[in-house]
């Protein structure tokens, strides 16, 4: 009986040593958009176009609030 136990802890020892090689190599291909790892020319960049970004779905919700007339 115990080596039946032992054999199952290597074999679930494994599993997640497998699990977690697969894990960190596919986990960490898409680079999160914060300002943690930029430098500073790039985290202005990143504001510059997150900014041009709300401005341009504000403007495109406004176009679509007005070309929509109300109806009571």
Partial sequence: MAKTT???NVYIL?????????AG?????KRPETGASMT???YIEL???KKAQRLKYAAEENA???AQPVEK
């Fill in 40 to 42: 500073p020319k790039e």
């Fill in 47 to 49: 504001v510059e176009k």
């Fill in 14 to 22: 494994l599993l997640a040593i497998l699990i977690a090689a697969i």
């Fill in 64 to 66: 679509a609030e007005t």
């Fill in 6 to 8: 032992n054999r199952t």
């Fill in 25 to 29: 190599y596919y986990l960490p291909t």
